[in-house]
């Protein structure tokens, strides 16, 4: 059994790489990353280390990986073979290896291959189906009818935290011991495969909510206040008192909103946040604020772990979400210079002023009560 799986960084070799090895299939990595990649080539294997107390070890085997820039054949080829294609490259990659994809599952069709699964595993609301959107992009009607009857992009929510990669063997990754993957199981074509590690659901909704805001949500909570009060990593935000606070506050909030949208029980919701709070205290892990910080554009976004569920609070819950507002006020503030989206955004903040940008970042209508509310906090 083969698997293609787009980025072989934190999460592709740490998790789903991991896991699919595990599985029984051979690993074929794509990514643009030349050393990786050779390096993948070199060792056929790596270690996945499991950041806590007594430090496991994982040894992933049978794995290769392609240059998807300098071999773009060789991804087409790898995919006409493939039993399954996953992704972990980020959301803004998914539209550029949308085209690759496109083109190895049109060489697929050609040669009458059976059904297969393409799943993205980023941090987003409906990847699978964002990553097929831009698929289907590229094909005519009649392409898209039989991309229909031989190809599905089941959507999933993802969860272990994986730390930017310091170590002296660079493919070894350090990750932490807990692990979630839930599937839409209702989207899946052909038959079911049998990985263990994956969870497979009818209804994705509640899942990929209660993962992206509760998990990313405090992450973002910890990177964003805790960067605005001068510090380097989740950790040591998460050990300030006032930090630490607001994320509690914050997971409060998204918790009562997620409480009333999904009835998840109000008790089993407080064990899954303590169980987080003690995640993002892990002492085996170096998090760097930045990395969870990263991207504060897609953060701030509509569909979003910020401005979704403040936007849901007002809604049925009809208070005010005063703690997502501080988060929010703060990633609006974050002008870290090595981060691309920082820069763009703190460039937004100087034209046209916190009210205008806030707008035009989150889709937030003139009126909405948030605004006002992300303004007091800054
Ligand atoms: N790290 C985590 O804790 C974590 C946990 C859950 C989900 N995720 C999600 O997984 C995704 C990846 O995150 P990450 O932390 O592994 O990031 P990462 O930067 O470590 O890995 C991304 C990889 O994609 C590769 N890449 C970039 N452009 C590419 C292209 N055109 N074709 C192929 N590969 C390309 C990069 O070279 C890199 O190796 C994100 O959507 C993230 O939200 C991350
Ligand atoms: O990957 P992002 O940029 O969407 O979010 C940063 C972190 O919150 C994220 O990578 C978490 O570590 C991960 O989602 C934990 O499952």
């Not at 936007?311 to 819950?317: A, C, W």
């Not at 210079?337 to 989150?362: F, H, N, R």
Request: overall charge negative.
């Amino acid at each position: 059994m083969l698997a293609v799986h787009f980025g072989a960084g934190n999460i592709g070799r740490g998790f789903i790489g991991s896991l699919l090895s595990a599985a029984g299939y051979q690993v074929c990595f794509v990514d643009v990353n030349t050393e990786v990649v050779q390096l993948l080539n070199e060792k056929k294997e790596y270690r996945v280390v499991l950041a806590s107390e007594n430090t496991e070890e994982i040894v992933v085997k049978d794995v290769h990986a392609i240059n998807s820039l300098s071999n773009p054949e060789a991804v087409i080829e790898a995919i006409t073979n493939a039993d399954l294609i996953t992704t972990a490259v980020g959301p803004n990659i998914l539209k550029i290896i949308s085209d690759l994809i496109a083109s190895g599952l049109r060489e697929r069709v050609d040669l009458d291959r059976k059904p297969l699964n393409i799943i993205a595993c980023e941090n987003m609301i409906g990847g699978s189906e964002f990553l097929k959107e831009n698929i289907y992009e590229k094909l005519n009607a009649e392409e898209q009818k039989r991309f229909d009857q031989l190809f599905a992009f089941p959507n999933a929510a993802v969860d272990r935290i994986v730390p930017n990669q310091t170590n002296e063997d660079k493919l070894m990754v350090s990750v932490e011991p807990f692990y979630e993957w839930v599937v839409d199981r209702s989207a899946m074509i052909g038959e079911m495969p049998t990985i263990e590690g994956i969870t497979f659901v009818d209804d994705l909704k509640p899942f990929i909510e209660r993962k992206l805001f509760t998990v990313n949500t405090g992450h973002a909570a910890a990177a964003y206040v805790g960067y605005r009060a001068g510090f380097k990593t989740i950790k040591d935000a998460m050990d300030n008192e006032t930090v630490y606070q607001t994320v509690k506050e914050t997971l409060v909030e998204t918790g009562s909103v997620l409480v009333k949208q999904y009835g998840f029980s109000k008790e089993e919701h407080q064990k899954y946040i303590d169980k987080i709070l003690g995640r993002f205290t892990n002492p085996y892990i170096n998090d760097e604020i930045p990395r969870v910080a990263r991207g504060p554009l897609r953060k701030l976004g509509p569909n979003d772990r910020l401005i979704s569920p403040a936007k849901q609070y007002f809604d049925v819950l009809n208070g005010e979400p005063e703690h997502l507002a501080t988060t929010i006020a703060a990633a609006l503030q974050y002008d870290y210079l090595q981060d691309e989206e920082a820069v763009i955004l703190q460039e937004k903040v100087k034209t046209q002023g916190y009210k205008e940008t806030l707008k035009e970042v989150s889709g937030l209508s003139e009126g909405h009560p948030l605004i006002d509310l992300v303004l007091s906090k800054i």
